[in-house]
């Protein structure tokens, strides 16, 4: 995801915490930087977004956004309008639990629906598809430094859970794990269209390059955070971290960060539920396509 401004300037307001959402002023500021600074308006997409939902301003003119409610799961549309709830009583902690959310760790825990007034319904997922909830979680499971908030947003954000998508760069399945890394965690014979055992690999890759990324920073090889560098190794790749310092000082390495950053909130039950929000080339990595072939697999 390419822009003509160094996506450094959003990754600062994103490091400083989104507490700056909460001034009334802030908007007008944003909306004043996205008209004079064209190219920046993909990155600051995001941060607008949460400060209109922060602020509960409306989303008509955003298409689907129109009506919060239309096209959610019974159990998406009560979590929603609970959150309607809690944000209209304390707007304030709502904006600070979304900026620790998006500036932490992501081994934080899925949103699941309560009970509903029947007692009934709860625990369904609301932010993630049901059918792959378990093996969201069972991925965030398997190492101490990534949990199923990071698996979540970066599936969201590099194909939207499409588990069809083709990326521009040949990258296949769900999770656009790189064709070689695939074969070598799943086997030659592993279909990267199958979604779970894409996610699987995605996970297994991530614990990988977060030693890696771990090590590297014991050694002083780099600086920054190992979540960050993490993220960045799996989009660009070890080596190019490495001779970097840290992450590369370039538009597509920080936006990458940035852009599943943004999704940790809503993973968590913080800001709108994301399969709203995914026709929005802003929020997503790269544009891809679907592959032709056969449906997609679970």
Request: hydrophobic residues 40%; glycine residues 12%; negative net charge.
């Amino acid at each position: 995801m390419a822009s003509g401004v160094k996506a450094s300037t959003v990754i600062a307001a994103t490091a400083g915490g989104l507490g700056f959402l909460a001034a009334p002023f802030a908007v007008t500021l944003i909306i004043g930087v996205i008209l004079v600074v064209g190219g920046l308006a993909v990155l600051l997409f995001p941060i607008v977004l949460i400060f209109m939902f922060f602020h509960g301003l409306s989303f008509s003119g955003l298409g689907s956004l129109g009506d919060p409610y239309t096209g959610l799961t019974d159990a998406e549309e009560l979590c929603e309008r609970l959150e309607s709830v809690s944000l209209q009583e304390n707007p304030d902690a709502a904006s600070n639990r979304a900026s620790a959310i998006i500036t932490g760790d992501g081994r934080g825990k899925l949103e699941l629906s309560p009970p509903d007034s029947t007692g009934g319904g709860g625990n369904v997922p609301c932010t993630v598809p049901t059918d792959l909830y378990s093996a969201i979680q069972d991925a965030g499971g398997i190492c101490d430094a990534i949990g199923p908030v990071v698996i979540a947003a970066q599936i969201e954000y590099e194909s939207g859970f499409d588990s069809r998508f083709v990326g521009p760069n040949g990258a296949q399945g769900i999770s656009q794990v790189p064709r070689e890394v695939f074969t070598r965690f799943a086997g030659e014979e592993a279909d990267p269209f199958e979604a779970k055992k894409s996610i699987d690999v995605q996970a297994k890759y991530l614990c990988e390059l977060s030693a890696q990324m771990q090590d590297s920073l014991d050694r002083q090889e780099v600086t920054g955070n190992v979540l960050d560098l993490t993220l960045t190794a799996y989009d660009v790749g070890v080596d190019a971290v490495r001779a970097a310092g840290g992450v590369p000082a370039t538009d597509d390495s920080q936006a990458y960060i940035v852009g599943v950053r943004t999704w940790f909130a809503s993973m968590e039950g913080v800001g709108p539920v994301p399969r709203k929000l995914s026709d929005i080339p802003a929020l997503h990595d790269d544009n891809g396509e679907r592959a032709d072939a056969g449906p997609a697999t679970p």
